[in-house]
């Protein structure tokens, strides 16, 4: 398991509120999960140069809590590209404010396909140098 986000800027960056809480007051994983899905719909669109479809997502396992008032750090990265599809792997990493040291709540491999204006799959571009 890596101990290290990737060496990239995320792609998100945003605080959990209290508003983001389950009735037991944890941070609710579908507000994670939420975050995680735009963040891979962000790095989709972008590789696809347009409208795009989250279709499927790999199993997820929460493996730290996030808090209230933790910075939540998104990480997205376009991992395999077929025709009209894109796989796109997400981190979650958390800080706490107070604190530097960060962790790795959660990973997902997202599958998107590509739209067009009638919200039918369409082959995706060819890869560009901005795509790499």
Known sequence: MSTTPPPCEPLIRTIAMPADTNP???????????????AAGSAATRRARGRCATVALDAMAFLRPVFVGDEVSLYATVRKVGRTSMQVHVEAWRRSRAEEQVER????LF???ALDEARRPRVLPPASASDA
């Open 111 to 113: 599958t998107f396909v």
């Open 24 to 38: 037991a007051g944890d941070i609710f994983g579908g507000w994670l999960l939420a975050q995680m899905d735009l």
């Open 105 to 108: 709540v959660t990973e997902a």
